[in-house]
């Protein structure tokens, strides 16, 4: 489960019936409408088969509980979404012959192969949409304080946006299929991918992430630290294989002089002069932007041929897939990190409000 006092679980599997979310915590009265869930659904699916997987699942969702004429109640969150694209022919192919470098083995080996490895099960990125939902919720809660989420295509391969204003990312993000604030830079990663896939491979990258308005003391050290918090998050999303927070490893190579944020005011506030540290000191939001980036590697299923193991026979053996899948996990991972990010700022701005409150009382 993610978070304290703003709880969210997922379940189902990818070729199961459905997925879902459970939110415990959600504050009454937040307005929640199906069409504005449907539309944070949406931003998971890039209908371009030439750089995304051919599977189409409608989406379809329904609420069971926790909320009632349009609000949140207060009361335990349930929704469930359907799968209805579901084509399993091609997995028996991996049911003993394990895909490199998915968690075909590793689950194989935990769950003694009662895992239902149709579609990669638990770990398909099919899950995500439970994700995409609960953080749908999350970001209404935290809107309510002026706290916003915003996520964007950082890399794919060699190519790199770099610094883009949050500008060019609320504006541009959603207008073409790799979710790329640089408009340009968006046709050269598409012909990667595209280029890519046609050679039957698959390609890493980054996506970045930033949280406005966050006000100073989010966070809860030592251990609930909130870039604690975040990074346990950010790593429930498949694929992931790193975050780095401001100038993340880049500091490692600097000096003091040269990596710290001078403290300054400016209209009578506190702030500082750059943002290195990514908006977080000592596990706290310092009230500068959250700033990070997560690494995704590339998607483990391609079609070239690979080395594996028949874990019946024990003997080495080669694999060459069949089936539905994404060229770049990173592409569609944009709407996955931003809503993601709200259920743990979520969970940390209720935490923080209990304790301001009590504060203001005595
Ligand atoms: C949105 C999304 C889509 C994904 N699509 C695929 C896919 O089509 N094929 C695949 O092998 N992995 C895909 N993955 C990645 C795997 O689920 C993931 O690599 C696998 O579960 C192993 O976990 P790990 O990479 O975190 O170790 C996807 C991940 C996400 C977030």
Redesign the pocket.
């Known amino acids: 489960m993610l978070g304290r006092m703003f709880k969210v679980s997922f379940f189902g599997e990818s070729h199961g019936k459905a997925i879902g979310t459970l939110i415990e915590g959600c504050p009454p009265g937040i307005n929640i409408d199906s069409d504005y869930l449907s539309n944070e659904l949406k931003k998971r699916k890039i209908n371009d088969p030439t750089i995304s ?1 051919q599977r189409r699942e409608e989406d379809k969702f329904n609420i069971v509980s926790g909320i009632f004429n349009n609000h949140t109640t207060g009361s335990p969150i349930t929704i469930i979404i359907y799968n209805k694209d579901i084509d399993s022919t091609h997995y028996d192919q991996i049911r003993f012959r394990p ?1 490199p470098s ?2 075909d083995y590793t689950a194989y080996v935990k769950y003694h192969g009662f895992n239902d490895y149709r579609g ?1 099960g638990i ?3 099919r899950l ?1 949409a439970a994700m995409v939902i609960a953080g749908a919720i999350a970001k209404k809660v935290i809107k309510k304080w002026g706290i916003e989420v915003y996520a964007h295509t950082y890399s794919v391969g060699h190519i790199e946006v770099g610094d883009v204003s949050v500008e060019s990312i609320k504006e541009n993000t959603y207008r073409n299929p790799v979710r790329c604030a640089d408009p340009e830079k968006a046709k050269q990663i598409y012909e990667l991918i595209k280029e890519t896939r046609m050679r039957g491979d698959s390609i890493g990258g980054i996506v970045e992430c930033i949280a406005l308005n966050l006000p100073v003391g989010l966070g809860e050290p030592p251990i609930d630290t909130l870039d604690g918090d975040i990074s346990k998050a950010i790593f429930t ?4 294989k790193g975050i780095e927070f401001g100038k993340g490893f880049q500091l490692s190579r600097m000096y003091g002089s040269q990596a710290n944020d001078p403290l300054t005011i400016r209209n009578g506030k506190i702030t500082t002069e750059r943002n290195y540290s990514g908006g977080i000191n000592g596990g706290i939001s310092n009230g500068m932007p959250i700033r990070f980036r997560v690494a995704f ?1 590339p ?3 391609i079609y070239l041929e690979q080395k594996t193991v028949d874990l019946q026979s024990m003997t080495e053996t080669e694999i060459k897939l069949k089936g539905r ?2 060229p770049c ?1 990173t592409i ?2 944009v709407p ?1 990190v931003e809503n993601i990010t709200a259920i743990v700022i979520a969970d940390h701005l209720l935490r923080w409000l209990a304790w301001e409150k009590y504060l203001e009382g005595s």
């Open positions: 997987t895909r998915h968690a990669g770990f398909s990125g995500t999303i498949p694929g992931v590697k998607t483990p299923s899948f994404d996990i569609r991972a996955i």
